[in-house]
C-alpha cells in the first residue's frame, strides 16, 4: 500500500514558486528521509499533507484520501512540527492528556506513562513554558506518538537535541521500521543515512531523485581508490598509463585518488606495478559515495 | 467540543485570567450601588465655598453606574481577553497542533465563542445579581424588572461582540491585526448610527438603550428590531469567523 502519494503537487505564494510538479510515493511500513537545502520546499509539503495549505494544483492522497476532499485522514497521523509550539501552562501530562482527550484515546494514563518515560521526560513535572528547544522536540514526539498513528511526519525531528539525545530518538524512529511509516524531513545527512530506506531530494521545489538509498549510491558511484604507498610520483608516472584510469588527484603526503572506468582490471593491474616497482603498499581502500557526496552532487547540477 | 471548551477553561484558570475577570465583574458589582451612594455627599464635602444641589441618589443612579461599566471597563477587558483567542494560537502555531489531531476546525473555533459567551452571561448574571443585592440594601425601593431587563440587552450586546472578536480573532494572523479589525467594524457601526433609518438594526445602539429603560422605563417594542438584528449579525459573525478560519491556510 502507498501511504502518501503526490500527483502533480504544486503550491505557489503569489508568484512565487515553493513546490512544482511534486509526484513523489511512499510506500508502508518505510522510513523516508526528505532531503533539501533550506527554502527547498520541505516544509511546504509537509504543510500540504497536513491540510494546513491548500495546493495552488496537482494534489496528494494519505492513507488513500485526497487531501482536497477531506481531514479525517488527520486522526491516523501524529506530526512534529520543526519548531514544536505548545500551550506553555500545562505540564508535559496535562498537555499529553490534552492531547488524548482531543484524539479520542480512552483511560491514557497508562499510555501517556510509558510515553514521558520511553522519550525521557518522565520525570519533568514543571510546566512547558519552561522547557529548552530539546525538551520540546522530545515532547513534540511524544504528541506525535501517543494517538499511535499509521504515519508520522516529522519536521526536523533531531534538530535540536544533543548527540545523546540524537541517538535515543533515532533509534526510537529506527524501531518503527516496517510498523509505521516515517516521513522525516531533515538536513542532517548522516541520520538519513542511517535511518532512512528512501530518500527524496528535493530544490527549489522539485524533487530531483526519488530512490532507495542503495539504488541511489549505485547510480552515483564513481569507482574511485584510495592508495597510499611510499612514492606516489612513481606509481602516478607508471599507472598514468594504464587505459581506464580516468584523474588522478593527490590526497596528503602519500595518497592517492584515482577515479577509474572500469574497477576490475585496475585491481589487478595496479598492485602488479606496486610489487614491480617494489613500492610499500600502506593503503588501499575502494571509496564508496557517501550521501553526502550524492546531495552536493545532485543539488549542485 | 466539551474537551476542548475544558482546554480554554483551563488556560484561563492556569494563566490566572479567570481570576482576575471574576474580581473585575465583582468590584464593579459592589462599587457601583457604593458609589452611586456616596458620590453627591462626596461632591458637596469638596465643593467648599460654592453651592452644588446635587438631587438624592436613588437605584437608578446605581444602575446607571453599573451599566456604564459594564459597557466600558469590563467591555473593554473582555475584548482585550478575547481577541487574541484564535490569532494568538495561530501565530505561535497551536492551532496547527490542535488541527493536525483531526480536529474539525469550524468545532474549534466555536468551542472558544461557546466557553467566552458562557463565562461571560455567567459572570453577568452574577455580577448583576451581587449589584442588586447591595442596591436594594442601600435603596430599598430597587426596581428588579427594568435593571434585569437591561442586563438582557447587555448581554444580547456582549454576544454580538463576543461573535465580533472571533471573526476579528480568524481574520487576524496576530492579536494586533485582531485588534485593528475589530476596531475598524466598531468605527463603522458607530458612523452608521447617526443615520436614523439604521439606527434600530445597529448592535451598538443596545448599550445606550439599557441606560434609557433604567431612566425612562423598559420599552420592548422599541428594541425588538434592534435584538434581532443584533442576535443575526451574531450568529453571522460567528459563522463568518468559523468558515474563514476552516478555510485559512496555517503555518
Known amino acids: ?301 | 467540543m466539551i474537551k476542548l471548551m475544558k482546554k480554554e477553561f483551563y488556560e484561563f484558570v492556569k494563566t490566572k485570567k479567570l481570576i482576575a475577570i471574576i474580581a473585575i465583574f465583582i468590584f464593579f458589582a459592589i462599587s457601583s450601588p457604593i458609589m452611586a451612594k456616596i458620590m453627591p455627599e462626596f461632591i458637596k464635602t469638596i465643593s467648599i465655598g460654592i453651592t452644588i444641589i446635587v438631587p438624592p441618589p436613588t437605584w437608578k443612579d446605581a444602575f446607571l453606574q453599573f451599566f456604564k461599566n459594564l459597557n466600558q471597563m469590563i467591555f473593554l477587558i473582555l475584548v482585550l481577553i478575547f481577541i487574541g483567542s484564535i490569532a494568538e494560537e495561530k501565530n505561535r502555531r497551536t492551532a496547527s497542533l490542535v488541527v493536525t489531531r483531526g480536529v474539525d476546525r469550524r468545532v474549534w473555533v466555536l468551542s472558544k465563542f461557546t466557553f467566552q459567551l458562557l463565562l461571560t452571561i455567567s459572570l453577568s448574571l452574577i455580577s448583576f445579581f451581587i449589584c442588586y443585592y447591595y442596591s436594594v440594601i442601600l435603596f430599598p425601593d430597587t426596581e428588579f424588572f427594568p435593571s434585569f431587563s437591561s442586563l438582557l440587552l447587555f448581554l444580547v450586546y456582549i454576544t454580538f461582540v463576543i461573535s465580533l472578536t472571533i471573526l476579528s480573532s480568524s481574520a487576524g494572523n496576530n492579536i494586533i491585526q485582531a485588534g485593528g479589525i475589530f476596531i475598524l467594524v466598531f468605527i463603522v457601526l458607530n458612523i452608521l448610527n447617526i443615520f436614523p433609518s439604521l439606527k434600530p438594526y445597529n448592535p451598538v445602539n443596545l448599550s445606550s438603550m439599557e441606560t434609557q429603560w433604567i431612566v425612562f422605563g423598559v420599552d420592548w417594542n422599541s428594541a425588538v428590531k434592534t435584538v434581532i438584528s443584533s442576535l443575526i449579525l451574531s450568529i453571522a459573525s460567528l459563522v463568518c469567523g468559523m468558515l474563514y478560519f476552516n478555510y485559512q491556510e496555517l503555518e
Not at chain 1, 510506500?27 to 495552488?56: D, H
Open chain 1, 1 to 301: 500500500m502507498t501511504v502518501i502519494k503526490t500527483e502533480g503537487l504544486s503550491k505557489y505564494f503569489g508568484k512565487k514558486k515553493a513546490l512544482e510538479d511534486l509526484n513523489l510515493e511512499v510506500p508502508e511500513g518505510i522510513i523516508f528521509g526528505y532531503l533539501g537545502p533550506n527554502g527547498a520546499g520541505k516544509t511546504t509539503t509537509i504543510r500540504l499533507l497536513l491540510n494546513l495549505a491548500r495546493p495552488t494544483s496537482g494534489t496528494a492522497y494519505v492513507l488513500g484520501e485526497d487531501i482536497r476532499n477531506g481531514r479525517s485522514y488527520l486522526k491516523k497521523v501524529g506530526f512534529l512540527p520543526d519548531v514544536p509550539n505548545f500551550y506553555n501552562f500545562f505540564t508535559a501530562r496535562e498537555f499529553l492528556s490534552f492531547i488524548a482527550d482531543i484524539s479520542g484515546i480512552d483511560n491514557p494514563e497508562k499510555k501517556i506513562g510509558k510515553i514521558l518515560e520511553l522519550i525521557g521526560l518522565k520525570n519533568e513535572k514543571g510546566r512547558i513554558g519552561g522547557y529548552s528547544r530539546g525538551m520540546r522536540q522530545r515532547l513534540g514526539l511524544a504528541q506525535a506518538l501517543l494517538p499511535d498513528p499509521e504515519l508520522l511526519i516529522l519536521d526536523e525531528p533531531t534538530s535540536s537535541l544533543d548527540p545523546q539525545g540524537r541517538k535515543e530518538i533515532l533509534d526510537l524512529i529506527c524501531s518503527f521500521k516496517g510498523k509505521k511509516t516515517v516521513f522525516f524531513s531533515t538536513h542532517i545527512l548522516s541520520d538519513v543515512e542511517r535511518i532512512c530506506d528512501r530518500i527524496g531530494i528535493l530544490k527549489e521545489g522539485r524533487l530531483l531523485i526519488e530512490d532507495n538509498i542503495e539504488d541511489i549510491k549505485k547510480r552515483y558511484t564513481r569507482h574511485r581508490i584510495l592508495i597510499e604507498v611510499d612514492d606516489t610520483e612513481k606509481l602516478i608516472e607508471k599507472v598514468n598509463g594504464l587505459s581506464q584510469i580516468k584523474s588522478i588527484e593527490r590526497r596528503n603526503n602519500n595518497g592517492l585518488v584515482l577515479e577509474v572506468s572500469d574497477i576490475l582490471p585496475v585491481q589487478i593491474d595496479i598492485p602488479k606495478i606496486i610489487v614491480e616497482e617494489n613500492l610499500i603498499l600502506k593503503k588501499w581502500e575502494i571509496l564508496e559515495p557517501s550521501l553526502e557526496d550524492i546531495f552536493l552532487e545532485v543539488t549542485n547540477k
